[in-house]
Structures are given as structure tokens and as C-alpha cells.
């Protein structure tokens, strides 16, 4: 099929246990390098029992496959045209590369070779065919491996002659009673088909289907105890024993499928429930541990992971062991540690049972997606049975889920950490601007009054000189208290605010803001109200003096001369309660609240008018919320404002005086 | 020698040295200017003056290590100039040896209050010079060292053991203003953020039984987050320099 676009040609080879195998990876990979094709290797898995010179052979290949560049892919399926077809399809797969097939697979697999199927079930795909160079030796390995593989076992035999002297026995009740010698035929079909049922292997079936034939020819047909039989019988025997071969193969297959189901079942049931939990953890370390837990559960053996930092390998690795293997007590993971790192490097397994550091106990593999590791995964591997190429898969799932979980979240981390950093641009922008404007009406104000002192003294007289000079110096006052404000709010950077938290007496804090009083305030008269001068809170004292001072100031800005401000402070529960109060005109009903927003300055007024940029109030609820405090405002009766604030206590173990 | 008192500013900023050399000047103190660190210390050596007035911020030299050159001879009042509001600078150099500190920007009326505290603490020792021992005076607080008492006025004031403690090292400081951290490394010996808070209690308890008898100014100073000051109450000095 023709690719439109850029998109690459995604090439896939399949993977098997023949000795010929290799070759075609070979070729695919060449192949796939000649056109900067993505190259796929694909193992399809059957349900059926490999012996360990094909697991090794299938794991070679796979090995090779991914050093020639390939992803590697396992699928389940009893037929491999079908799982094949269905992955090429679903992946977007653009040539095939096969191995010229070695015939059909099992008696009663659909009718066709590999190539032909494929044709049919995948016609877009265009497929390769790699010519068999070892074509004797294939075939020789084929006998081989068939008697090979169908190895008998003791158990199966044992079961086989058990099932088939049982079905005799029933033979002879039937017979004893009187029966059709018919039904005794059916007992030893029904017997074939039990011995499919309770071993594994082709060879079974034919075996059970050609004993059960001469068992009966023996007994039950005249002349009896003989295996002589008229020649009436030769067709009950044809018919006999196919009905058993064919029920037989049936019954096997329909148990083969039933296992895949059920191993279906489970993988889907696992991977469900990890991404269930990979789902609702929180946090990276969350997800890991989501990870560690499943693989335990999955397969039963310790493990443990090392997170990746900026720098490379965390120090120490999380454990999580079971008592099944013996956790990692007598593993020496400092010295297992390279391979760890080198599998942090490389992105590839490494350690017990692989070709790299396979003198380590565990089995590290790299927790990765588009090229980065997450982190490393460590299974203890050495003192338990081997990980089954079908748990291996499931792993591997697992492993893949949980890089996709530590990308997302990642990215999520990145996102919120991209919105909190705009939206402090946008304050801070917004800030500037406020800032350059206040600070630049003082400015001009000061200097000014300079000039017109320096360029008139003379002409001025006593009263207008004085004025000049006051007005400078309450432009300067003013500017320094607006500096010192947004010196703090350097300190608040990222929403967070570094506190010094001491022990203060509270009156002290009081007096403090009181002596850092503008000349203004003098014309109010200020009260203090504190009948406890021994009530103590944690604060950054400099802080909260910086409230106290950012509250009377208010109070002064927004009352006429000669209004009364009362600064007092009392215990509340475990809190201190601090407040100043006014008897000005408090503010528009409704606008409580509002009046600690930042850039909130009180009744609306033209854009030009000078000073409050709002800052003080919206500072006072930051410092006074990160004291674990509250701040407040109420207007009072008959007129006026009341700002309240809360702070922790002290507790002071007293000492014995 | 003039009687005037000699005082040394150390500032790098020109419109600051100036400013305080026409509030000097004014004042009628004699004075002299140094730029930086090392001039400081040669002016410190050469000249012996009464007071010296450090910016902490120098080019050529951190102020507290002038502070602890300058303390290696002589006890000449210290007043530091930190344009940083950060208290930790200033205990640092509290801590270092120097008696008092200002915080940019202060008033030139501050400066010279300031100013006055630290001579009247010259003065006091010039004045008594070997009579470190049986009796300290200071405005109506007196106290009896070889009695252990303590009296404002004709009348005792009743003081725990630690309150008497805490009054006595106040006293023999008298004008310096102590960081919490050096209180509690000569009362208690040790240091606990725990112990800051008991503190802050007894002092609290101190300065009220010193205020009750007299009800003006109150001997003790709280210098929030930095420490405490016993004040010199010099009747004939309280109003001019």
C-alpha cells in the first residue's frame, strides 16, 4: 500500500521459534534500515506448552530483534494469520516480512499457509517473503521438534490408561447387563475425550483414539480377548476411531481457547485495576508505588525501583519485598546498583537471566516512553521460578502504563506550574504598572517642592517654606513605606512566604508599629487597648508590625483630622485577635471583602488621583494567612471600621523562677 | 583635646556622608568622614573618636569584620547603619560588638538620639572609671550589687533570681542594645528558639516592676526580633547632647 504524507512505512516481522527466524529478522531489518522503515517485531503466543529450546529460541530472536532496532510486540493467539492481520491492521503495518512458511500447524488449524491467509485477511499489507535457505534443515528440525514437543509425560500416560480401563469397566457393566455393544462404543469415545481434557498434546488424542479402538476390538468384539475381529467390525473401528480423533481435537481446542480466555481475562483484569490505581495516584512517587505493588502482586517476587532525578539514579531505591522470595535482605544492591545505572543509561533490560551485569540478582528494566527514562524497575530474580514469557508481557504492560502515568503527570505538573507562572506574570505586570504610577507622583511631587525651594528661596516666607518642606517629607515617608511593602512582597514569591516565626509579646509588636507611625497620624488620636501584656504569639514579628502599620495607615488615610483610632488585642481561644478601629466613614455596604483585593483602593476615583494602589490590605491578608491566621473587616455603629486579625498563641512553658 | 565629641562616619554613599556631616556640623560634634573600610580603620586608630557611625554595606570590607578589628582595641561605641531591614544583619553585627544600629532610612532626629545614648554610656565611664563594683545608678534604679537588691527609689523593687539577673547584665550594658541570642547564652548559657519565649516573658515581668514606681519613660527597650536596651537616664543630659 502506498503511504501518503510524511508518514513512515512501518514494517513488521514476525518472530517464531524456527532456526530461520534469525535469518528474517536480518533481512527485515535490512530492509527497514534501506527505507527508514520502523521495523516491529511481532511474537504471537499461543496457549499451547513450548519446551525450553523454543522459549530460548523465540527469546534469542526477540533479543535480536530489538538490537537490529526493533519494537518488540507480543500478541495472543491460536491462530497466527488472524493475530497477525488484526495487529497490522490496528497498527497501521505497511509490509509484512515472513519466512517462507513451514506448512500448516496443527491438524485441524484453518486450511492455507501463513502467506495465503494473510492475503486474504490483510489485503493492503504488502507481504515479503524471505526465501529458506535452510529448507533441509528446517525440515528435519521440524520432525525433531514435533517429537519433541510432544514429549510423553507420566502423569498424561497414566491418566490415559487410567481413563481407558475405566471406560472398559463401564464396558463390561453395560455388556453384563445386556446393553448394545453400541453404547460401550460411545463410553470409549466419551473416555477419548476425556483424556484431551486432562492432558496437553496432539499426541493423546491419537494415542487414546487408536488404544480405545483396539481395547474395545480386544474385549468386546468376538471372537473376545483377542484382537482378531470379523471383518463386520473394520468399519465400526474406521468410524470409531475418527469420531474420537475429530472429538478429540475439538475438545483440545476448545480447552486451549478456554485457557487463553481465561489468561485473557486476568491480563485484562490486571491491567485494569493498575490503571485504576495509576489513575487515582497523585503524584509521581504515588504512581511508582502503584507500579511496585502490582508487579509484586503480578509475580510474586520482591521489588523495588530507583527514581530517575535530574542528575541521574536516585541514591537509595524503594523496596517492597514479600516474604516469597526473601525481600532484598541478602542482595547486595549497592554493588547491583551499575546495572541499575546502566539501565538507566541504556533504556534496556539488564541483570539476572540477560545477557548484561547477569551476575545481579534482580532483573532491572527501564520505565520509559519517547525515549526517557522515568525510572528503574528492579525484580529479585535469582531465587524463584522464572518469569513466563506470558507474565513478561504483562510486566512489560505494566511498566508501559506506568511511563504513560508518570508522562502524564508530568506534563500536568508542567501545565499548572506554566498557569501559576502567567498568571504571576499578570499580577506582576499589573503591579508595575500600578508601582510606576504611584511612585511616580511622589516623585514628582518632591521633586518639585525642591526645585521652587532651591530657584525662590527668598521670595518664600516662613509659612510657604514650611509647607514645601512638609510636603517632601511626607512624599518620602509615603515612598518608603510603599518600597518597604513591596520589599515584602518580594518575599511572597510563588504564593509562598518564608516566615520567621518567634514568640512575641504581642504589646510589643504593638508599640513597634506605633513608633514607625507617619507624621499624619498625629493628627488622630491613637489608643491603645492591650489588658494583657503578657499574651504571646508566633509571628514574624517584622511582619506583623508591617500589617499593623499597613492597618493605621489605613485608618489615617481614610479618616478626616481628629478622628479617634483604637489599636487593642486579645486573647481568642488559642488565637490572638488583634484589631484597629476607626470612627471614619467604613466602607460602601457590601464591599467588606473586597477591600483585601489587590489594587482595591476604596471609593472609586479618577485614574489620575494619587496614592493607594491597594497594596497594603491585599499584603495584610497574605502575611496574615500565612501565619495559619485570619483578617477581617466590619463597619461599625455609628460610623467607622473595624479591621480585625487573628494570629496563633504562644504557649510559654514558664520557668521555675 | 576638645571637649566637643568626635564621631566617625563611615559611609560610602556621598549624599548620606553629607547629610550627616551638616546634621553633625550643626549640632556642634567635631567630626570625621571615611569612605570606606580602610579608611575607617585608620581614622579609628589615628584619631580616637568618641562614637563611630558604620554603613554595613562597604565596598571594600564587610562591616562586621570592621566591627570585630575595631573591637580588638578599644570599646568605642558602635552604631551601625544597615540599609537592609533584614534583623538577622543587624543581630549579626549586635552580636559582633557594636552597640546600637539604624535603619535607612532614619531621621536625623533619630540619628542624633541615637548619638546621645552611646556618649552619655562613654560618659558614665569616663566618669567612673574603677567603680565597676558596689553600686550602679541610673536615674531612680539603683541597684546594690553586694546586697543583690534592687530599688527604684528609696523603694526595693521584689525581683525573682532570673529577673535580677536579667537586670544586672541590662545594667552593666547600660546604653547597648543586647541581642535575645547573647541574653540567653549569659543567663541560661544556652540556646533554645524555646527559651526565646521565656524570654520575652520575663522581661515583659522586668520592665513592668521597673515602670511601676516611676510611670515615664520606661528604663527597658524592646527591639523587636533583635533584643533589648537598657536606656541611660541621665537627668542632665536628657535633652541636649
Redesign the interface.
Known sequence: MQNTGAERERILVCVSASPTNADVIRRAAALSRSIGAELIALYVEDARAHDEAQARAVHDHLNLAERRGAMLTTVYGNDPATAIAEYARVSGITKIVLGKSPGRRSLFAPKGTLMSRLNELAPDVEIIIVPNRLTEDNRRFSLKSLLRRERFSGPDLLRTALILALCTGVGFLFTGIGLAITNVVLIYILGVMAVALFSTGYVYSVLSSLLSVLVFNFFFTEPFWSLRSSPDYFATFAVMFAVALLSSSLTSRIKAQSIQTANKAYQTEVLLSTSQLLQKAEDRAAILNVMQRQLSRLLEHSVLYYDMAEGGLAPEPVLYEIERDEGFAEVDLAGEREAAVWVGQNAKHAGCATRVHSQARCLYMAIRSEGKVWAVVGIRADNAPAIDEYRKNLMISILDECALAIEKDRMTREKQRMEESARQEALRANLLRSISHDLRTPLTSISGNAAILLENLGQLDEEGRRALYASIYDDAIWLNGLVENLLTITRTENGTMKLNLQSELVSDAVEEALRHLDRNATKRTIVTELPDDLLMARMDSALIVQVLINLINNAVKYTPEGSRIVIGAGRKENMALLWVEDDGQGVPEGEEDKVFDMFYTGVKRSPDSRRGIGLGLALCRAIVQAHGGEIAMRNIRPHGARFWLTIPIAEVNEYEQ | MSNKPMILVVEDDAAIRNLMAVTLDTQGYRYHLARNGAEALIEATTHQPDVMLLDLGLPDMEGVDIIRKVRGWTSLPIIVISAR?E?ADKVEALDAGADDYLTK?FSVDEMLARLRVALRRVNAEQQAPNRESALYENGSLRIDYAAGCAYMGEQEIHL????YKLLCLLAKNTGKVLTHNYILKEIWGSYT??D???L???M??LR?KLQAGDGAQPFIQ?H??IGYRMLRMDRSAEDAP
Open positions: 531591614s534583623d532610612p525573682t533570681p532570673i529577673e528558639a524555646s526565646v519565649g521565656s520575652r516573658v520575663f515583659a515581668m513592668k524592646t523587636i526580633g
